[in-house]
């Protein structure tokens, strides 16, 4: 059992005296409300939630602005004569994806924290260039990239980490920008701007490490390894954004890296060659090799008794399911697998072969968990959306599903209605089999296809795509949870969505929590359990990740 779970007897009479029933929603902060040093701190027991704000200009974009942002000084080329439709207005805005597939303005990152019952007690903003400049650097997101700013403690507690771009805020289409240590010159967009990891400690003390990973894409989630003398990330991510094949650094910036903490300030750092710490390729089924890279499309991510897991949940490519890293080579002879007992967590990047680089990719030393998918996103009949991860306990592990994304027609809301994977996965551990089994999906009161209004918000339909503006959730994807004395789980999330906007990541989307029996393994035994909103966001905002808060990190050395 983590030290999340049990280690902090303030925490467990917090969350086991916890009653969903009785929960209820609050307001979001503003988006000028913010602390930032000067005495703040997260407190034991609490949550921190992810928030993005978008900054409502209508001069972030010029309407006939030709996009993605630098076209022309690249091979891949630009999108219509007519140029961007839309000017930078919200939510108007986000239909400029309709023209330019790699459309996305930077936003500014607010870490909330909140009781958990999703009352706000203060909110922190993240240094960006729209404050008074701070020695430890900056950090944005793009406010639509749904995937960003998963929160997650380090192994230590004493840090919470998620990861950005390093570039100003209303920059457009960074989301698909080179870095400048892997430009990719077919990549449409003609922009250079470093990914970071961000740590920040229980007194909001930031400290940043810049990585040329995530070339043409972006990084998602990030956890630091701060025991003992260990002082390095793990992240999860997609790179790649030109033609086939991929430049070196862009293959080598892809997926799972190791990331060497860096002391600096960022103006002080200078990311060298990008460092994978794993790689899966679908010719260990003895199936054949999709675009070199594009198998490591990882989201979700987690460390659970020394094992590093991750989740693939979007692409055509690889197959979405559960992987963990073996740093034996004797777990999956086949690419299925269970974890080796005492195995080591990795300590080192792959090695890997520079001359076979681009023809065969980097070497497979991941494995598909035994039980989970192992079938080809191209070749499979239904596909799963897996996106957050936690372990309860060795042989219980739920896995957030986001849903589809389908915005094919009118039938959007009744389509997300009928999803069965969508929701929160439960999976348990049939020793006798050696195999995980789903049990079962919680699902009731997210509300799947039911609209929701939010204040200022369009109603009606959207004229560019001619589907309702309203947002409709579609499954999950961060979540969090605790085991509580009473035998039950308490789990926080955070929605995906559906609508008739251009772009779906830029939906005001919700958290929500639940309580679930940890030894039912019938969906009967959980026909009672039931979801309850927490919190929405607010008209230009997104939620993103969800976490509990920092540990005193008094007895640590600082990054």
Not at 193 to 220: H, K
Not at 335 to 360: C, D, E, K, M
């Amino acid at each position: 059992m983590t030290k999340l779970l049990l280690g902090h007897s303030i925490r467990r009479r917090v969350v086991a005296a916890l009653v969903i029933g009785a929960l209820t929603a609050s307001a979001m902060a503003s988006a000028d409300d913010y602390s930032h040093g000067h005495g703040f701190q997260f407190l034991p027991g609490n949550l921190v939630v992810s928030r993005s704000v978008y900054d409502n200009k209508s001069s972030n974009v010029v309407v006939g602005t030709i996009l993605p942002t630098n076209c022309a000084s690249t091979t891949g080329g630009c999108g219509a004569a007519t140029g961007a439709p839309y000017d930078g207005t919200y939510p108007y805005v986000w239909n400029d994806v309709l023209y330019d597939a790699n459309f996305g303005i930077t936003s500014r990152i607010f870490l909330d924290q909140v009781t958990p019952n999703g009352s706000l007690l203060n909110s922190l903003e993240v240094p960006n260039s729209s404050l008074p400049a701070a020695m430890e650097g900056e950090l944005v997101t793009s406010f639509s990239s749904k995937s960003e700013l998963a929160l997650h403690l380090s192994l230590d507690h004493r840090y919470l980490t998620f990861m950005g771009y390093v570039a100003p805020v209303n920059a457009v289409d960074v989301s698909n920008s080179n870095t400048p240590g892997a430009i990719d010159a077919t990549n449409p967009d003609g922009q250079n701007f470093y990914r970071a990891v961000a740590t920040v400690d229980r007194r909001g003390r930031f400290g940043f490490t810049e990585t040329n990973a995530y070339s043409g894409n972006n990084g998602r989630a990030a956890i630091l390894d701060d025991r003992g003398h260990a002082d390095y990330f793990y992240t999860s991510g997609n790179a790649g954004n030109g033609s086939n094949p991929q430049p070196m650094g862009v293959v080598l910036g892809a997926g799972a890296q190791f990331i060497t903490s860096v002391p600096l300030p960022e103006v002080a750092q200078t990311p060298g060659v990008n460092t994978p710490v794993s790689s899966f390729s679908l010719t260990v089924l003895g199936q054949k090799a999709d675009k070199i890279g594009k198998d490591d499309n990882f989201r979700g991510m987690t460390v659970f008794n020394n094992v590093l897991y991750y989740t693939k949940g979007s692409g055509s490519n690889g197959i979405n399911t559960v992987y963990f890293v073996d740093t034996t080579g004797k777990a999956c002879p086949n690419g299925v697998g269970l974890p080796v007992p005492g195995a080591a967590l990795p300590s080192a990047p792959l090695a890997y072969n520079a001359s076979t680089l681009a023809t065969t990719g980097l070497p497979t030393n991941m494995c598909v968990l035994a039980g989970f998918p192992s079938t080809p996103n191209k070749s499979a009949t239904t596909l799963a959306y897996p996106f957050g991860i936690w372990f309860a306990d060795a042989n219980t592990v739920y896995v957030a599903d986001e849903g589809d994304g389908y915005t094919g027609g009118s039938d959007l809301y009744t389509h997300a209605a009928t999803q069965t994977t969508a929701g929160l996965q439960k999976w348990v551990f049939d020793a006798t089999a050696q195999s995980w089994k789903l049990a079962y999906t919680l699902q009731t009161g997210l509300g799947l296809g039911q609209s929701y209004s939010v204040r200022d918000y369009p109603v009606g339909v959207n004229s560019a795509t001619n589907l309702p503006w309203s947002p409709a959730t579609d499954g999950l994807r961060n979540f969090t949870g605790s085991v509580d004395r009473d035998g039950k789980v308490t789990l926080w999330a955070v929605t995906s969505t559906v609508s008739g906007n251009g772009d779906i990541g830029a939906d005001p989307n919700r958290l929500v929590a639940i309580r679930d029996d940890l030894k039912n393994t019938t969906a009967a035994g959980a026909a009672k359990e039931s979801f309850v909103t927490l919190r929405t966001a607010k008209f230009g905002e997104v939620l993103r990740g969800v976490s509990f808060t920092p540990d005193d990190d008094d007895h640590g050395h600082w990054h």
